[in-house]
Every structure is written in C-alpha cells, then in structure tokens.
C-alpha cells in the first residue's frame, strides 16, 4: 500500500487488527472509516474484503484513493453505522466475519475549524458529523432550559448543568450563540477548572455534539447489528473515548456473554444462549508511549468478543434520555 497511508495511525490500532484477525477471504466492516487507517491495516492482510462505512461525506471522499488502489476489495459508503446490516445486504453480503468501530469525534473533525467541534478552534457552532440535520447552534437556539440542563447533565455528566443552562439561556436573550468561541465563554464564566484539568468547556461540548449526531442512539444500533450480521466465530471490535460509550459497550458485552432472556422462575429452554464470547475481560487502553504520540488517546478503550453460534438476541429499547426531534420540537 502507499506509504502515504501512514498519515494517519487509529488509537489503538495495532491492538485493534491483532484482535480482529483478518484472515484472507474474510469479509469485514469498518463501520467508522475516518481517515482509513483500519481499513488499510486490514487490506494488507492480503486477501480481504472491507466494506467502510461514514456519515461524513469529506471521509469518504478521501478515502477514494484507498479504493483505487485496493483492486476492488474496498467499498465506501457514506451512511450511519446503525445502518451496517442494510448496507452489507445492499452489497450483497448477508454475513461478516469481523466488525470494527472507533466510536466519536475523529481527529480530522477535531482539527477543522468549520466543523465546529473544538472549542480551541474558532468556528461555526456545528458540529454535525455528517451534512444534514440541526446544529448545535440550533439546539442552543431552541431548547428549553430544562432540556439544557439535561442534555449537559445526561450527556456531558456536568453537574453545573443547571447553572449552564440558566447562563446559556440569559446569553442567548442578548444575542444569538453562533461560534464555539462564544460558547465557550459562556462555559468558562461558570465552571471553573484548575491548572492540569480539563477545559471547563469540555463537558458541554461533549454534551451536544453527542446530541446532535445521536451518538449514543447510533452505537446501541450498530452494536446489535454487529451481533446480526456476524458469523460464528466473527469479532466486534469497539474503541471508544468516553465513559458513556464504553458503558454501552460494556453492558451489551456482559449482556450478551452470559444466558438471558428468562428467569430462574422459567425453564432453561426459554431462556436466550450467549451470542458473544468476551475476549477483553478488561479493556485494552494505550501504552505510555502511545498517549505521548497522541494525547487525545488518553481516555481511549478497547473492548471485543466473539460471535457464538447462538441466534442474535432481541434488540433492548434504547434508554429514555433526550433525543434530537424531542428537543427541537420543544417536547
């Protein structure tokens, strides 16, 4: 492969692929693509095919390169990665022998200022990870205080949230709250943080950026079909950045390796075999040198299992938090 590929290395890459195990004649989902960098690792395993998957429209077109020179083994689908059965069966794949997601914000959003993810860079209160649907600067505009309130809270785990929500509604009387800059400095004025910790910011970003791209929503989806799509033997692979997702991830393991659906008050028969072996029984974080080359890899884990010869089990409802129309609709 082109040398050029090593631009970009995913956090915890190297131990990523080594618990994937692309065989040759295996076929396999990178359900976030971002900059290509499991996807180049498992077509250098010679003899794969990978189907990648982004709702970023700027990823994928970059990743066409990739295509070209990966003589018809990889295909790019600009799409959600809740959606991967569907796109697997629009290819003509009805099942995968491994899946692999880095779930979040990518470096490459990270670091674009007109994406409006980073409070360090100047730009437009965006932060949509694909090219349709609210902003944030939209949530901010739009929501209730008490729906502030619970979003920071729910989803950035911010105990200011109330007091962020009140500031954020008093500011946006005066003016409307359009750059990450103006947010930030509303944040700041009301959270306070000491030297070494955290951008006071960083809670709220989190927040609505996990709202406006239905992050949590999309992984528990794509986690169940992951489980659907997977051969016996197949692996699921999941790196995630922050407590909330790796708490899903987790729980959906635990859930999923241990026999459930029935009760001690049923009999055995109805209740539902394990559908993953976990291979992690704690997760992978990155090594020291690995967060001095990358600090953004610091709060990184790693989670796998694999897929059992039993059925998939039934989708869980997703949990009662607010959701994006029920914010925008002021209900």
């Keep these: 492969m082109n040398p050029a ?52 429209r700027s990823a994928v077109t970059a990743g066409f390169d990739l295509v070209d020179r990966s003589d018809g083994r990889l295909t790019l689908v600009e ?9 697997c069966a629009a290819q003509g794949v009805d099942a995968v022998d491994g899946v692999v997601m ?9 670091d674009e200022a007109e994406r409006g993810f980073s409070f360090r860079l100047g730009g437009p209160l965006d932060m949509r990870m694909g090219h349709d649907g609210p902003t944030a600067a939209d949530v901010i505009a739009k929501a209730s205080e008490a729906d502030l309130a619970n ?32 947010l930030a400095d509303i944040v700041a004025k009301v959270v306070r943080s000491k030297p070494g910790e955290i951008h006071p910011a960083t809670r709220t970003f989190q927040a609505l950026r996990i709202l406006v791209n239905e992050e949590l929503d999309e ?43 029935g009760s001690r008050h049923l009999p055995l028969i109805a209740q539902a075999a394990p559908s993953f072996h976990i291979l992690t029984k704690r997760p992978v974080t990155p090594d020291e040198d690995e967060v001095a080359a990358n600090p ?10 694999e897929r059992t010869e039993a059925p998939a089990q039934r989708a869980a409802a997703l949990p009662a938090w607010p959701t994006l129309a029920a914010v925008m609709r002021g209900g």
Excluded: C, W
């Design 102 to 110: 880095d779930v979040g914000v990518s470096s490459m959003q990270l």
């Design 296 to 305: 953004r890899a610091r709060s990184a884990k790693l989670r796998a299992a």
């Design 151 to 182: 979003i920071i809270y729910i989803f950035g785990e911010e105990r200011h949230s109330r007091s962020l929500a009140r500031a954020i509604v008093a500011a946006r009387r005066e003016a409307p709250i359009t750059t990450t800059r103006a």
């Design 5 to 56: 590929g090593l631009r970009h290395i995913p956090v915890l890459g190297r131990q990523a692929i080594g618990m994937l195990q692309p065989r040759a004649g295996g076929i396999y989902v990178d359900a976030t693509f971002g900059a290509g960098g499991y996807s180049r690792a498992i077509l250098e395993a010679g003899g794969t095919r990978v189907i990648g998957i982004d709702r970023d």
């Design 219 to 261: 992984l528990y989806l794509a986690l169940s079909a992951a489980e659907r799509m997977l051969k016996p033997g197949g692996r699921l692979v999941v790196v995630s950045f922050h407590s909330l997702e790796d708490r899903i991830v987790k729980n959906f393991l635990v859930e999923r390796a241990k026999a459930g659906g």
């Design 79 to 87: 799409d959600r990665f809740s959606n991967l059965a569907e796109i």
